[in-house]
């Protein structure tokens, strides 16, 4: 019970009655926080008007039929959640987790051009312009030759409409596609945070894909939710850098998940080797200069000097210059980083993609979205000053094709816990596992609110130590609310989350 727990915890009889009653009061905490979640779950599915769009429309069968590769079972499995919360008139609020490669962006066209086939149009934000643009790209190729029905054309269809919209789109080109937006001519928009201005207005928003949403804070995220009139469209939030199980079930306890664990057929596992010594680094090199030999690609990622974009330019500079007359000298060597100009930019990438570059140097501006299938290896200097994630996800720019690709990383570590970082990086290329790792390392941080990061607000219970009592929280909150939105069935507890979740946090919550 509490009270006994209550008292054991402050004058133990035994070291094991000491261990039982935290338990049991750490499980507490971890029921509260499911408890508001589930109740925030079940609100939303009865008070919210969502759509509920028609499933395997022949639009979707022509795209299906076009695609020039079979799915994959965990892409199918994905589909079959995500149409299956399509078709109810409740609004879908997904997480899709997946490894980098492993074919997210083709799982939410589908669910995007679901929403297209009943007259609605879709969303996909995305952090960067970089990403941005690979995506339009991207979704550009995939939809050629899709036609949607237009009473207005001599043919009785038009083309699958999609436009881009970030910061960079000149005014007269963004005054044409806003107003196809509103009129509803514009099936697909791809855009960054330049979609949540004022003037993006919509016609009929069905569906809000939301890409590496860890980047966007919760007001944005909501922010694109809300431009929709009437109806709540469906939202599915994608993210390339794997949550611990037990985070997920907390941090996105209001979002069902959907996990892609396989890589689609073709892609070889990247080699990763930490190269500690000097004779190490220069290996690394040799390898370097025997894949360009071999026709292939190559990134060098600079470190983060410190957080500033206008230092880690100079780095990256300094460093493309030490290359160039050292260990590369007499390649072809290309520089890319935040503090260079848009058109620059486009055209450094655009010089790689084809070929021309055969070494990219860069600052992490290329961690997620640039997709270039030629790139064999990825070298991180300095890898030590990097986070698992970020590491994992520059690791995951290489390894698109079907030639074996390398990932070294250079430096010693300068604490233990970069070593056992760096470690794990060698050992495994499971992103989940990284995850856990992670996890361990550097604490599970703040859960309610915005407050800083690495300190846990729970007083007792851990993500880390107590995984199954996570689960179990879970299980045990939607037993408790069952269908209803309330604990009118448990006014005790009720009173006891009025009292210790407080407004702001659970407003936090639930903007998420």
């Excluded at 070889?268 to 190490?280: E, H, Q």
Aim: negative net charge.
């Amino acid at each position: 019970s509490r009270d006994w727990s209550m008292w054991q915890v402050h004058q133990p009889g035994s070291v094991a009655a000491k261990n039982a009653a935290r338990r049991r009061l750490g499980f507490d905490e971890l029921l509260r926080l499911q408890l508001v979640l589930v109740m925030r779950k079940r609100a939303v599915e009865r008070e919210s008007k969502g759509i509920s769009h028609t499933i395997g429309s022949a639009l979707v069968g022509r795209f299906r039929a076009g695609l020039p590769f079979p799915l994959t079972g965990a892409q199918e499995r994905a589909i079959a959640d995500i149409e299956a919360d399509m078709a109810k008139a409740v609004p879908m609020h997904r997480l899709l987790q997946g490894e980098v490669g492993a074919g997210k962006t083709l799982v939410a066209l589908w669910a995007l051009l679901t929403a297209v086939a009943g007259g609605y149009q879709g969303a996909l934000m995305a952090p960067t312009e970089v990403l941005a643009e690979q995506h339009h790209m991207s979704l550009s190729a995939l939809l050629s030759g899709l036609t949607v029905p237009s009473p207005s054309s001599l043919w009785g269809d038009r083309a699958v409409r999609t436009e881009l919209l970030t910061n960079r789109t000149p005014a007269g080109e963004r005054a044409k596609l806003l107003a196809g937006l509103a009129g509803g001519e514009v099936d697909l928009i791809v855009g960054t945070h330049a979609l949540l201005t004022e003037t993006v207005r919509f016609s009929r928003l069905g569906m809000v894909v939301i890409d590496e949403q860890h980047r966007f804070g919760v007001e944005q995220r909501s922010a694109l939710r809300e431009k929709s009139d009437g109806a709540v469209p469906d939202v599915l939030v994608m993210t390339a850098t794997p949550i611990p199980r037990t985070a997920a079930m907390t941090v996105y306890g209001d979002l069902d998940t959907t996990v892609l664990d396989e890589l689609p057929p073709g892609r070889t596992p990247v080699r990763t080797i930490w190269a500690r010594g000097p004779l190490d680094v220069e290996g690394a090199w040799v390898t370097v200069r025997d894949e360009v030999s071999a026709g292939h690609q190559v990134y060098v990622v600079c470190p983060l000097v410190e957080e500033s974009e206008r230092i880690q330019a100079a780095s990256a500079s300094e460093e493309l210059t030490r290359l160039a007359a050292g260990p590369l000298a007499g390649l072809r060597l290309g520089l890319l980083h935040g503090q260079l100009p848009a058109s620059e930019k486009q055209a450094v990438m655009g010089a790689f993609r084809s070929g021309e570059l055969q070494v990219l140097v860069a600052t992490t501006v290329i961690e997620v979205g640039i997709d270039v299938p030629n790139a064999t290896v990825m070298v991180i200097e300095d890898a030590d000053r990097f986070g698992i994630a970020q590491l994992h996800q520059l690791r995951g720019r290489v390894g698109r094709g079907a030639a074996l690709s390398w990932c070294f990383l250079l430096g010693e570590a300068t604490t233990p816990e970069g070593a056992e970082r760096l470690a794990a990086l060698e050992r495994t290329n499971d992103g989940f596992e990284l995850a856990e790792v992670d996890l361990d390392l550097r604490g599970e941080g703040t859960i309610l609110g915005t407050r800083q990061k690495g300190v846990n607000d729970l007083k007792l219970a851990s993500l880390r130590r107590h995984r199954k009592y996570v689960a179990l929280a879970r299980e045990v909150a939607f037993e408790l609310v069952g269908e209803g939105t309330d604990l009118s069935e448990y006014p005790g507890l009720a009173r006891e989350l009025r009292a210790l979740v407080d407004d702001e946090d659970r407003e936090y919550l639930f903007k998420s």
